[in-house]
Nanobody, 117 residues
Framework: QVQLVESGGGLVQAGGSLRLSCVVS??????????VGWHRQAPGKQREFVAL???????TYSGAVTGRFTITRDNAKKTVYLDMNRLKPEDTGVYCCVTTRLGVTSWGQGTQVTVAS
């Protein structure tokens, strides 16, 4: 079983930056062997895909964040990062990391990001 814990959210002005972290723990030897992604959910909206780090497909991003967000992995720290730059008010939401291993999908509890205009 895999556990995910996010941190790094907060309040930031439009145009600012934040770095989110997702610490992965459980019965895995390397986070490079599993796909780990970020999703977000804005108030009153459905959850949407943001970014994915995959050793098979590389890094992929939604069109809304391409060029502004970057996903990276540090296997020594078992941590996946989401660097968010040039933030916009529409980036506001709860950001969750997610992974699937052996057919089981695990979600973190999320971290709130609020971008003020």
């Amino acid at each position: 079983q895999v556990q995910l814990v996010e941190s790094g959210g907060g309040l930031v002005q439009a145009g600012g930056s934040l770095r989110l972290s997702c610490v992965v723990s459980g019965s895995i030897s390397s986070i490079n062997d599993i796909p780990v992604g970020w999703h977000r959910q804005a108030p009153g909206k459905q959850r949407e895909f943001v970014a994915l780090a995959s050793s098979v497909d590389g890094n992929t991003y939604s069109g809304a964040v391409t060029g502004r967000f970057t996903i990276t992995r540090d296997n020594a720290k078992k941590t996946v990062y989401l660097d968010m730059n040039r933030l916009k008010p529409e980036d506001t939401g709860v950001y969750c990391c997610v992974t699937t291993r052996l057919g089981v999908t695990s979600w973190g509890q999320g971290t709130q990001v609020t971008v003020a205009s």
